[in-house]
DNA sequence: GTAAGGCTTACCATCGTGGGAAGGTCAACT
DNA sequence: AGTTGACCTTCCCACGATGGTAAGCCTTAC
């Protein structure tokens, strides 16, 4: 199987595979005599594991270690969980600042008449100093 | 005002201000005879106008919109408005691809045993082909 | 005059992905 | 056998916003 047959069937677009093989989240491919790469069905099986993986956002590095556990008949599930949980962690401190960012700018354009007048509470918000935002009180960071 | 204090008082890295200006988001600064960048009060205000908007999440391309907005004194509200809704909408689209992330992975994390053994439900999920984390029905892009 | 610290430009790295060019290979059809 | 089209290869570039570093000039205070 070459990489085309390859992509279409795990889903991984040929340039990722490539690509997940140069940083070493994969073997090197088998090579053909022309220097095509070839696939066989375990490798299939793990392409399609790191785009599912992918789709749940981890990262490749966190990829890295689920791969790890995945092959690692003596693994214990505790480490499986903790990278999951790790990754929800992750997701949810992201969520929290868009919902945070999101509840302000709602705020301001509830405020925001949003007709043919120039008067606009966001842009009077923005060129504001620090305060209004519910930032006053965090460590301005960033 | 040469770059530092304009970096400090208006809150973004003397880096950044380079970069705004390269990618023309600022006008380019004056200089001194010797090449020094200097900065006036009105370009600390539209760098911490800048700063503002980068910490509610509009990308450059969006804060080049503002400040164009910002500067039309016969602007209408309505454009503002119109931007911040779209990034409040577009903001609203990736908490909820989030949102279903963690809810498949916390589902996941709740039938890991995440003791010594290694069987996981998580790991037997991500080797699976595409139909438990609700794909099915979705348009396969990516 | 010298030392410290600020400024300049230029380049590299991130992270995961796509695009494209230049050239080799394979399979099928004429 | 030759051609054609689809495929593969490597290499380079781009994104977005940010940080880092290095080499070299400028300013200020002592």
């Known amino acids: 199987m070459n990489i085309g047959e390859a992509s279409r069937a795990s889903k991984v677009s040929a340039k990722m595979i490539r690509y997940y093989e140069q940083i070493g989240l ?3 491919a088998e090579r053909t005599a022309s220097g095509y790469r070839t696939y066989s069905q375990p490798d299939i099986h793990r392409l399609h594991f790191i785009r599912r993986s992918r789709d749940l956002g981890f990262s490749v590095a966190e990829i890295t270690d689920l791969l ?3 092959n690692d008949k003596a693994r214990h599930s505790a480490d499986v969980k903790r990278v999951a949980q790790q990754h929800i962690a992750e997701l949810e401190h992201r969520m929290e600042k868009m919902r945070q ?3 302000t700018l709602r705020a301001l354009a509830d405020c925001c008449a949003g007709d043919e007048r120039p008067e606009c ?3 009077e918000t923005l060129q504001q ?3 209004s935002p ?3 009180k965090e460590h301005t960071e960033r």
Chains 1, 2 share one sequence.
Request: no cysteine; net charge negative.
């Open 68 to 70: 790890g556990l995945w």
């Open 129 to 131: 100093p620090d305060d």
């Open 121 to 123: 509470p966001i842009l």
């Open 26 to 28: 994969i073997p090197a």
């Open 101 to 103: 960012m999101t509840e």
């Open 134 to 136: 519910s930032e006053s």
